[in-house]
């Protein structure tokens, strides 16, 4: 049973007074624990994969679905309530909240959704302070925790995007070119992060790349080319 | 971390931004509640200055018909009226019984005109408590034949206390009267009108006026609290109708004691009545016309606020939409990481809120300012209908607790509803069209 399954995906923007195909017809599965790549060249559609795997857009025609829920047949509220407790987001501007330091970043996400059937709002103070300070660690800014995001560097930055990510133990993280600010060593400090927190917490990772180094790293890849499917392998297969 | 607790730091994320919108809110809060308390401060040194200067809340006045037929100013049922005094449901604290005339002081050449209340003093010992007696004393009116007069008409007419003057007046019913008596006390002018009246006792006056010793032309009553003033003058009106006769309402626009101060006290009667025919007014009816002025203000003071307000409100409501372009990326990761959009609304409407808050204590703090700067000027000096609006000299301002819950809450409706508009836009976000806009 696969954790994410795309079937025959099309997603198509209006563009002035023409139609951008971004996407046509795009199927594929994804397993549970895997540490995914889409990689591809800019305007390919990688973003576009992840914004339909992230439930923050919806397909033209075909079918997203996400550990066995038809996301099209979902209202707004449950789409936003299936992102809150199966998904965490990393973005390429990390898009942490400036008025928040490192710890209340990572808070953040606990404190989301409805009070009446959000999961996160029974979690005791106590444990939910040890997580925090857990995932703190994990991304090594026990020292930084009381800082704001303008005090911190981009890797920095990021390390704290990817601990909030973590933030409500999400099925998966979707990372959209975690490492397009960051240089190449911090870069692929970012990449061994995500790998070890896949590995430790057995989440699943789905990031985007156009860095062809990256692919090494991944159990499965997925390449694509103007909205369509060029290669899509596990690493053990090829191996 | 709450949501309040982000708002709250969103508020100080642009610090002069928010220092403006808040300064807006603030002027507005500052403007409406000084204007209310000077307004406020009008009306009770109106009320105060009349009450002074006629010497009471409640009046009663009475005429008789006199043996040619004119209507003379008299009350001669005074036992009728005592009781139906006694059996008032409200709290009284002084009973005033007057007789009032306008004289002429003769000294010499020298000729000043003044109204001479004639006052029975045990029955208002504290009536002249907050007199200024600059020489001689009160209480020697009590001997007829004395007479109490203002500094200025002292020095109008060249006399000192002690000195006799000459009192030209006319009594009830018309003739002509002409006495001598003494000065015993001069005290300071200190009405608001620069007219303040002279003082004898009522047997004193009633000689003038040639009316028994016992009886009086008005009596005023002193209330505990101005509120039972209308209660009183209904259940006056209802007890003297049913005791006695009550005069029926014309159309000249003057109530009694204002009649009176005007000199038209006699008139030839058409259909004559027996006895006393009384007339009961209050404070309300004699500052009537005074009051629609403050009033008026008031509703123009209401007015500019309403109006700066809708300014104000354009202003929040055009910042916010700027602070909602400005957040594009950050309310798009927040729908993303699973915010819902009445979180975010939410969001929006606790900083409207909190800017609110820090606006109002701020102008409230300006205005409490205000409000001490301008208790500590003194009018005393300044001269014309002004000083009608001052008690001894000062603005009787008071901050109404009451006039700042209702100003604060329309200030607070005011700002969230500035804010509702962008507050919705940001709610309907769409996260990935946010979320592309910042790439």
Not at chain 1, 123 to 138: H, R, S, V
Not at chain 2, 175 to 196: C, H, K, M, P, Y
């Given at each position: 049973m696969s954790l994410i399954d795309f079937q025959h995906v099309h997603k198509n923007y209006p563009l002035g007074k023409t139609i951008v195909h971004a996407l046509q017809g795009v199927s594929f599965q994804v397993q549970e624990g895997d540490f995914v790549t889409i990689s591809g060249p800019s305007g390919s559609g990688k973003s576009t994969i992840l914004n339909m795997v992230g439930c923050i857009d919806t397909p033209s025609a075909g079918e997203v679905i996400i550990q066995d829920t038809h996301t099209s047949t979902l209202s707004d509220r449950q789409i936003t309530e299936l992102r809150h407790r199966t998904l965490g987001f990393i973005f390429q501007n990390f898009n942490?909240?400036?008025?928040?330091?490192?710890?209340?970043?990572?808070?953040?996400?606990?404190?989301?959704?409805?009070?009446?059937?959000?999961?996160?709002?029974?979690?005791?103070?106590?444990?939910?302070?040890?997580?925090?300070?857990?995932?703190?660690?994990?991304?090594?800014?026990?020292?930084?925790?009381?800082?704001?995001?303008?005090?911190?560097?981009?890797?920095?930055?990021?390390?704290?995007a990817i601990a909030r990510a973590l933030a409500t133990k999400p099925s998966i993280v979707l990372a959209d070119e975690p490492t397009a600010n960051l240089d190449s060593v911090t870069g692929d400090q970012i990449i061994q992060l995500m790998r070890e927190m896949n590995q430790t917490l057995g989440t699943t990772f789905v990031f985007s790349?156009?860095?062809?180094?990256?692919?090494?790293?991944?159990?499965?890849?997925?390449?694509i080319r103007d909205g369509m499917i060029e290669d899509n392998y596990r690493l053990s297969e090829r191996i | 971390?709450?949501?309040?607790?982000?708002?709250?730091?969103?508020?100080?994320?642009?610090?002069?931004?928010?220092?403006?919108?808040?300064?807006?809110?603030?002027?507005?809060?500052?403007?409406?509640?000084?204007?209310?308390?000077?307004?406020?401060?009008?009306?009770?040194?109106?009320?105060?200055?009349?009450?002074?200067?006629?010497?009471?809340?409640?009046?009663?006045?009475?005429?008789?018909?006199?043996?040619?037929?004119?209507?003379?100013?008299?009350?001669?049922?005074?036992?009728?009226?005592?009781?139906?005094?006694?059996?008032?449901?409200?709290?009284?604290?002084?009973v005033k019984p007057r007789s009032n005339a306008q004289v002429q002081l003769v000294n010499g050449s020298a000729v000043t005109r003044t109204r001479v209340s004639g006052i029975k003093?045990?029955?208002?010992?504290?009536?002249?408590?907050?007199?200024?007696?600059?020489?001689?004393?009160?209480?020697?009116?009590?001997?007829?034949?004395?007479?109490?007069?203002?500094?200025?008409?002292?020095?109008?007419?060249?006399?000192?206390?002690?000195?006799?003057?000459?009192?030209?007046?006319?009594?009830?019913?018309?003739?002509?009267?002409?006495?001598?008596?003494?000065?015993?006390?001069?005290?300071?002018?200190?009405?608001?009108?620069?007219?303040?009246?002279?003082?004898?006792?009522?047997?004193?006056?009633?000689?003038?006026?040639?009316?028994?010793?016992?009886?009086y032309q008005q009596v005023n009553l002193v209330l505990q609290d101005l509120n039972h003033m209308a209660t009183a003058t209904a259940e006056l009106n209802l007890a003297l109708t049913r005791e006695a006769s009550i005069k029926p309402q014309d159309d000249d626009g003057l109530v009694g004691p204002m009649r009176r101060m005007m000199g038209s006290n006699r008139t030839l009667v058409e259909n004559p009545w027996q006895g006393t025919q009384f007339e009961v007014t209050n404070l309300d009816d004699v500052t009537e016309n005074v009051m629609a002025i403050v009033r008026g203000l008031d509703w123009v003071a209401k007015l500019i606020f309403v109006i700066m307000l809708v300014i104000t409100l354009v202003g929040i409501s055009n910042s916010y939409r700027m602070v909602l372009l400005e957040r594009v990326a950050e309310i798009g990761n927040m729908r993303a990481m699973g915010a819902q959009a009445n979180n975010v609304f939410r969001l929006f409407i606790y900083e409207a809120v909190i800017l609110g808050m820090i606006g109002i204590a701020l102008g409230l703090i300006l205005a409490l300012a205000g409000v001490a700067t301008i208790e500590s000027l003194n009018f005393a000096d300044s001269r014309g209908p002004a000083r009608m609006f001052t008690v001894a000299g000062h603005l009787p301002l008071m901050i109404s607790m009451g006039s700042v819950l209702v100003s604060s809450a329309l200030i607070m409706v005011m700002a969230m509803l500035a804010a509702y508009f962008p507050a919705r836009g940001a709610a309907r976000l769409d996260p990935a069209e946010a979320l592309r806009s910042a790439t």
């Open positions: 942490l909240i400036p008025v928040l330091s490192v710890y209340e970043n990572i808070e953040f996400p606990l404190l989301l959704g409805d009070s009446r059937n959000d999961p996160f709002k029974q979690w005791p103070e106590q444990e939910k302070c040890d997580w925090i300070n857990y995932l703190i660690a994990q991304v090594g800014l026990e020292d930084y925790a009381q800082r704001r995001p303008a005090e911190l560097s981009g890797g920095q930055r990021q390390r704290v790349t156009h860095d062809p180094q990256v692919l090494d790293v991944a159990d499965h890849v997925i390449k | 971390m709450t949501w309040f607790k982000l708002a709250f730091r969103n508020v100080f994320r642009q610090k002069k931004r928010s220092f403006l919108l808040a300064s807006a809110i603030a002027f507005g809060m500052l403007s409406i509640t000084l204007l209310n308390a000077l307004t406020g401060a009008m009306a009770t040194a109106v009320k105060t200055n009349f009450s002074t200067a006629i010497g009471g809340h409640v009046y009663i006045t009475g005429e008789v018909i006199s043996p040619r037929g004119y209507s003379t100013s008299l009350i001669d049922q005074t036992a009728t009226l005592d009781q139906v005094i006694r059996s008032l449901p409200v709290p009284i604290m002084q003093l045990e029955n208002e010992p504290t009536s002249f408590t907050k007199l200024r007696v600059m020489q001689g004393d009160m209480r020697a009116l009590q001997q007829p034949g004395n007479i109490a007069i203002p500094l200025n008409r002292a020095k109008d007419l060249n006399v000192r206390l002690g000195d006799k003057v000459l009192v030209k007046g006319a009594t009830n019913t018309g003739q002509q009267n002409l006495l001598e008596w003494t000065i015993v006390a001069l005290f300071a002018d200190q009405s608001s009108f620069g007219r303040s009246n002279s003082y004898a006792s009522i047997v004193t006056v009633n000689n003038l006026l040639n009316i028994p010793a016992d009886q």
